[in-house]
């Protein structure tokens, strides 16, 4: 007796397995997550250095280099929501009221590069407070997939 569909078996394991992959991939990929509480990060002022603490719902991090000429100028200073500015070699300061220069350690910085999938600088990013933890500050990918994956938690 011949069997109807003999491949059928081997095409639905591996359409299964791609399909558990990509879930897997773009579902952890597509929030950038940054936890206060167990990561340091320090803020500079006028030389001085204190341990950064978040007080406000809403920052605009932005990664840049002070090695770029005009630096100052490309980052995005016009809005209303406080800045926080991450050089990469973490030597430039910026002397505005609602900015703050942020170092991190080297193992922080790769981190932040990998999560939020940093190609090219300067950048910025939105990133908002959780509700249940208020140390934990979370950036939704909007940008190819992740606009699909993450479309009910944008309107938020």
Not at 21 to 28: R, V
Not at 69 to 85: C, M, V, Y
Not at 97 to 117: A, Y
């Amino acid at each position: 007796m011949k069997k109807c569909c003999p491949g059928f078996p081997i095409a639905f394991m591996i359409v299964f397995i791609i399909g558990a992959f990509l879930y897997y991939f773009y579902s952890f990929k597509s929030i950038a997550e940054i936890d206060f509480g167990k990561d340091v990060f320090y803020q500079t002022k006028g030389g001085e250095i204190s341990l950064f603490e978040p007080k406000a719902t809403k920052y605009q991090l932005c990664f840049y280099s002070s090695y770029i000429p005009k630096w100052e100028e490309t980052l995005a200073l016009k809005q209303n929501i406080p800045l926080l500015a991450l050089d990469i070699y973490q030597q430039g300061e910026i002397q505005k009221h609602s900015v703050f220069n942020l170092k991190v350690s080297s193992e922080i910085l790769l981190k932040l590069i990998h999560n939020f999938n940093l190609r090219d600088l300067p950048k910025c990013f939105i990133i908002a407070q959780d509700k249940e933890n208020s140390m934990v500050y979370r950036y939704l990918r909007d940008d190819g997939i992740y606009k699909v994956l993450n479309f009910n938690k944008l309107g938020e």
